[in-house]
């Protein structure tokens, strides 16, 4: 039998969580609370893998572990694939992601303050960029978790260029 | 019978290790499956020698000694599950089928957000799961 949970659920249960974290308990404190939504997020990944590889033969080098969270991890989680794959051939993968479904319902403020020209200072669009990205640092710690259990140590980042559009980089450590 | 199971780490540090025999050899047990965790790395790393399908979770009969055969099984995260049955003739698809539950019995087990990841299993109903899975299978 496979439990299921609602869609809403796992919605509310980030904003929830990005809100306690960088809302309450590290309120002053961006970094620390990116650090803890992360760690959470790792924790997920490294038990979603033990489940979702368990009728797969090994993977015999990294790209082989990065395809499996592009296609089977990604459909499991999100029931779509990647979209994009790109990468150096050098440890460093570009996961583009054209509808993120975690960010499908986040929209930025279309009207912030007009009233400042320079189009170099928009303080209210960097802060709701900022703000945003606080709900990526759960999937971003998934995939670390994902990649660190299958014996891949690497750093995840994770870069929004416009909604729902999301890449996120993963750089393996040699 | 099965006698003997364990669940090794990827730095091969004891998770789980059960033996299911009356008499007091738990310690040979322990000896035994101490041993194949040699020969799982040498299959690992020189996968043309030995037979087995390139990549494969299951690792096929590991080694037989005169009285036990042990198999051994490697996920993906580098978790190795060794069984040591005192059965002669196995037939690999029962091992297979054997091995398939254990894994599903132990990510059940890793999935309990209270265990720490690298720690052994101190899980009441993995234990319970494990045995009964061990008692369904007596492969003459």
Redesign the interface.
């Known amino acids: 039998m496979v439990r299921e949970v609602a869609e809403s659920c796992v919605d509310t249960m980030l904003m929830e969580m990005v809100a306690m974290y960088s809302g309450r308990f590290y309120a002053n404190k961006p970094e620390l609370a990116a650090r803890r939504i992360e760690a959470i997020g790792y924790?997920v990944g490294?038990?979603l893998?033990?489940?979702y590889?368990?009728e797969?033969?090994?993977?015999?080098d990294h790209l082989e572990a990065i395809k499996f969270i592009c296609k089977d991890f990604w459909s499991e989680v999100f029931k779509k694939q990647i979209d994009n794959l790109k990468t150096n051939h050098r440890g460093t993968f570009v996961l583009q992601d054209n509808k993120f479904r975690w960010l499908s319902r986040v929209s930025i403020d279309p009207s912030p303050e007009k009233e400042t020209e320079d189009p170099l200072s928009t303080p209210g669009e960097s802060k709701a960029a900022q703000a945003v990205s606080m709900y990526l640092y759960f999937p971003c710690g998934i995939i670390r978790g994902v990649l660190s259990?299958?014996?891949i140590p690497c750093a995840v980042s994770a870069d929004i260029s416009s909604l729902p559009t999301c890449s996120f980089v993963i750089r393996v450590k040699a | 019978m099965i006698v003997c199971v364990a669940v090794v780490g990827?730095q091969n540090n004891p998770l789980y290790i059960q033996s299911f025999t009356e008499a007091d050899d738990a310690l040979k047990l322990h000896h035994i499956v101490h041993c194949s965790l040699d020969v799982i790395d040498e299959r690992v790393n020189n996968p043309k020698k030995s037979g087995t399908?390139?990549?494969?979770?299951f690792l096929g009969l590991l080694y037989p000694t005169l009285n036990y055969k042990v198999y051994g099984y490697?996920?993906?995260?580098?978790v190795k599950f060794i069984m040591v049955t005192t059965d002669l003739d196995v037939r690999d698809t029962d091992v297979r089928s054997f091995f398939r539950k254990f894994?599903?019995a132990?990510?059940d087990a890793?999935?309990n957000?209270f265990h720490v990841?690298g720690k052994k299993i101190t899980s009441r109903t993995f234990a319970e799961s494990v045995t009964n899975i061990v008692r369904s299978y007596t492969f003459n």
């Not at chain 2, 399908?53 to 979770?57: C, F, P, V, W």
């Open positions: 924790q490294h038990q893998s033990e489940r590889t368990m797969r033969p090994r993977f015999s259990n299958l014996g | 990827h399908t390139l990549n494969e979770a490697l996920t993906n995260t580098k894994h599903a132990y990510v890793v999935s957000p990841p």
